[in-house]
C-alpha cells in the first residue's frame, strides 16, 4: 500500500496518490497532468479512479484531462452533476484499488456534494481518511461558496451533521488527510501541518469540539471575510468542463515583441510581473502588478485580479511558461503571452523602468513616527491584532482596492507586511494607482519588531 500526499505550495494544496497490487487512484489533482502521468510510467501502474471531494472553487483540478489521458473514472460523491463523463457514488459506495477499499462518506456542509473518501485497508481496518475541504487541521471549509444558491447558515447546518454523524464517529487513530493547508482561502485559519488524525482533531480543533447545532453554525459563520471572486468562475469550471491544460499552454505561451507587448497594453491587458520582489524594486515597467512566482502566486492571482483581464507577463529568464501554467491552474486562461527578453530587453531599446524603493527593518524604525511618513500595515486583522507597530494603518491585501480608495496621493507611505512578500505586492499595486512616495519595508513584521520600535498588542502599547 502506498499513499502519498502531493502538496503544491503556491496553492496551499494537497492532492493524493494512492496505490496497491498494480492499481492506483488520485484524489483531488492540480490542473497539470504530466507528474502524474509520470509517476504512474514509473511504476508501471494502471490509475483506476479520479475522485474529487468536490467542485473545487480554488483551482482548477486536473480530473478531466486526468481520466481522458488514462481511461480512468472520475468519481464524486452523491448530488455531483457534471457536463462531462462523471460518476456520482452513494453515500457508503465502496471502490476496490488493489487489496485496499475506498468508501464514500457523503460530508455535505462546505458544499452539497463534498465527499470524504475512507480508505479501508488489506486488513480491513479503517486506516485513513481524505476530508477534502470539509475538516481541515484546526478548521472547517468555509460554507459561504454557492454564491446565494444557499445560505451560509443552511450549509453550516450540513456540516454539523456531517461531522458529528460521519467523522467523529471514526477511530481516533484515523488519519486525516485535507485539501488544504496554510493560506488557503478555503477556511478561516487553517492550521500549519498538512495532516492529522481524527483523535486529534476533535481534542484541538474549535469545530470538532461538542457544541450544539446553534452555537456550531454560529462559530463557523462568524467572522469570513469576502471569498475570492475568482472562486465562483472556478467552481463552474470544475463543474461544466475545460480546455486541456495542453492546449492552453499551446495558445498562451507566445513570446511577444515589444511592439506586440505595448499593443496588448493598449488593449486593456494587465501587466503581472512574476519576479521576486528584489528583482522588480530595481525596475519594472510602468503599470506592472508585481506577485512573485516565490510565494503563494496562485492565490494572490486569485485574491487580486479580475479572472476575465487580459494578462502580459513578464517573467524571470527561463520561468515564462511555469508562470502561465501557474495561472492556469486557477483558471487564468486570458494570457497574450509573455515579454521576450524581459526587462533586459525593454531597458536595452531605451525603454525606461520605473523603481520601488525598500528599506531595512532599521531604517524603517527610525523614521516611522517621525510624522513624515504614513505606516501601512497590509496583513490581515487577526495578525495585526496580535502585534502591530504602533500608530500604522491595517489594510489587508486581499481589500486594498477598496482601502486604497482612502489614500491620499500627497503622503508619503511605508509598507510593510508578515516576511516582505505581501507588501510588495501592495506597494505595485498603490504604484499603479498613482502613487509616488511609496516605500516597501524588507523582511516585514518579523524582522521589524527586533528592531526596538515601538509595537502595539490589542491596543496596549508593550
Known sequence: MIIEQLYTNCLAEAAYYIESEGEAAIIDPIRETEPYLQKLAGRNTKLKYVFETHFHADFVSGHIDLAEKTGAKIIFGPLAETKYSAYSAKDGEVF?????????????????????????????????????????????????????????????????????????????????????????????????????????????????????KEKFIQLVTGGLTAPPQYFFSDAAINKNGYSSIDKVLEQNTRALTIDEFKEEINKGALILDTRDSDEFEKGFIKGAINIGLNGQFAIWVGTLIDIKRPLVIVAPPGKEAESILRLARVGYENVK??????????????????????????????????????????????????????????????????????????????????????????????????????????????????????????????
Open 96 to 212: 476496490k484499488v488493489g487489496k485496499l477499499q475506498i468508501k464514500v462518506l457523503h460530508t455535505p456542509g462546505h458544499t452539497p456534494e463534498s465527499s470524504c473518501f475512507l480508505l479501508i485497508d488489506a486488513s480491513g481496518k479503517d486506516h485513513c481518511v481524505f476530508t477534502g475541504d470539509t475538516l481541515f487541521v484546526g478548521d472547517v471549509g468555509r460554507p459561504d461558496l454557492l454564491d446565494g444558491k444557499m445560505s451560509k447558515e443552511e450549509l453550516a447546518g450540513m456540516m454539523y451533521e456531517s461531522l458529528n454523524n460521519k467523522l467523529k464517529k471514526l477511530a481516533d487513530d484515523v488519519i486525516m488527510y485535507p485539501a488544504h493547508g496554510p493560506g488557503s482561502s478555503c477556511g478561516k485559519n487553517i492550521g500549519k501541518e498538512t495532516w492529522s488524525t481524527i483523535g486529534q482533531q476533535k481534542k484541538t480543533n474549535y469545530a470538532m469540539l461538542e457544541m450544539n
Open 337 to 462: 503571452g509573455y515579454l521576450n527578453g524581459g526587462t533586459i530587453k525593454w531597458k536595452a531599446i531605451g525603454e525606461k523602468l520605473e523603481t520601488l524603493p525598500s528599506v531595512s527593518p532599521e531604517a524603517f524604525a527610525a523614521v516611522a513616527n517621525s510624522g513624515k511618513t504614513v505606516v501601512l500595515d497590509v496583513r490581515k486583522p487577526s495578525e495585526f491584532e496580535n502585534g502591530h507597530v504602533a500608530g500604522a494603518n491595517n489594510i489587508e491585501l486581499a481589500e486594498l482596492y477598496i482601502g486604497m480608495k482612502t489614500l491620499d496621493k500627497n503622503l508619503s507611505y511605508h509598507i510593510y507586511c508578515a516576511g516582505g512578500y505581501r507588501s510588495m505586492i501592495a506597494a505595485s499595486i498603490v504604484k499603479a494607482a498613482g502613487f509616488n512616495n511609496i516605500t516597501n519595508v524588507s523582511g516585514g513584521y518579523g524582522k521589524i519588531k527586533g528592531t526596538g520600535i515601538k509595537i502595539e498588542v490589542a491596543k496596549t502599547v508593550v
